[in-house]
C-alpha cells in the first residue's frame, strides 16, 4: 500500500465485498479472506482492485472524495455513482461496451464490476506504437451511434430525454475539472500543469502552442460544446 488513504479505502472496499454474499458466490469463497486482492489502479481518479477465487474475478471502485494522485484536490465521491448510471444507460442499447456492473455501495460510493483485465488498454498499446485493430472503427463507432440515437430526440421521447440529461447535471464538479485539465491549463502557465518534470526539453513547443490564437480558438470551441451540448 502506498498511503494511509489506500489502506483506509481499501479496507472499507474489502468490508463491502465481504458483505455481498451474491458476489463472493460468484467468485466461489465463502469469506473475503479467501480471495486473492490485489491494487491495480492506473489512473488518477480513483482506487480500483481486482479480487480474485476460485470461480472468477471482479474489479471494486472506490472513489475517494479527492482526486486519488492529488489528495490535496477535492472532488466528490458521488462521481462513481454518475459512473455507474452512465454504465447502465449504455449497456441497456448497447450490450456489452461497458463492463456490468454487479452491486454499488451508494453510501460509501463503491461499485463492484466485471473484471476487464483480461483486455488491453487501447492507450498503453497507442504509446507502445501497437497498430489499431481493423474493427476498432467499426466498433467504436456503433458503440457511439446506438448510444447516441438512443438517448437523442432521434430515439427518446422528449420526457425521457430531458430525465436522462437532468440526472447527470448534479455532477458538476468533475465537469468543472474536465474543463480546467482539458481546456484551460494546458494553454497557460497554470500550477499545476507537470510537464517540465514529466517532459523537459518541449518548452518551444509547449510555448508555440499556447501562443497560439488557432489552437487556442479550437480548444476553446470545443470547451463550449462539452458544456453546452447535450444532445444526447
Not at 13 to 32: I, R
Not at 72 to 79: A, E, Q, V
Not at 89 to 111: H, M, Q, S, W, Y
Request: a positive charge; proline letters at 7%; glycine letters at 6%.
Amino acid at each position: 500500500m502506498d498511503s494511509p488513504n489506500q489502506r483506509k479505502f481499501s479496507d472499507e472496499a474489502l468490508e463491502y465485498l465481504g458483505a455481498s454474499e451474491q458476489t463472493l458466490e460468484k467468485l466461489g469463497e465463502k469469506h473475503v479472506k479467501d480471495l486473492k486482492i490485489t491494487e491495480v489502479g492506473d489512473g488518477n481518479l480513483n482506487y480500483i482492485f481486482k479480487a480474485v477465487g476460485k470461480k472468477g474475478s471482479v474489479v471494486i471502485k472506490k472513489a475517494p472524495p479527492f482526486i486519488r494522485l492529488v489528495e490535496t484536490w477535492p472532488l466528490p465521491s458521488t462521481r462513481v455513482l454518475y459512473e455507474r448510471d452512465y454504465m447502465l444507460a449504455a449497456n441497456r442499447v448497447a450490450p456489452g461496451c461497458c463492463p456490468e456492473v454487479f452491486t454499488c455501495d451508494e453510501k460509501r460510493c463503491i461499485l463492484i464490476m466485471e473484471d476487464l483485465s483480461h483486455m488491453k488498454v487501447w492507450r498503453s498499446e497507442i504509446g507502445k506504437g501497437v497498430p489499431c485493430p481493423a474493427h476498432l472503427g467499426s466498433d467504436v463507432g456503433e458503440y457511439l451511434a446506438r448510444v447516441h440515437y438512443s438517448t437523442s430526440d432521434f430515439g427518446c421521447p422528449l420526457p425521457k430525454r430531458y430525465e436522462g440529461i437532468s440526472k447527470f447535471y448534479g455532477n458538476i464538479k468533475l465537469v468543472e475539472t474536465t474543463v480546467q485539465v482539458f481546456f484551460a491549463d494546458p494553454f497557460y502557465e497554470a500550477p499545476l500543469n507537470g510537464w517540465k518534470k514529466r517532459s523537459p526539453g518541449i518548452e518551444k513547443l509547449v510555448e508555440s502552442i499556447q501562443k497560439d490564437p488557432k489552437i487556442k480558438s479550437k480548444a476553446y470551441s470545443f470547451r463550449d460544446r462539452f458544456l453546452n451540448a447535450p444532445q444526447a
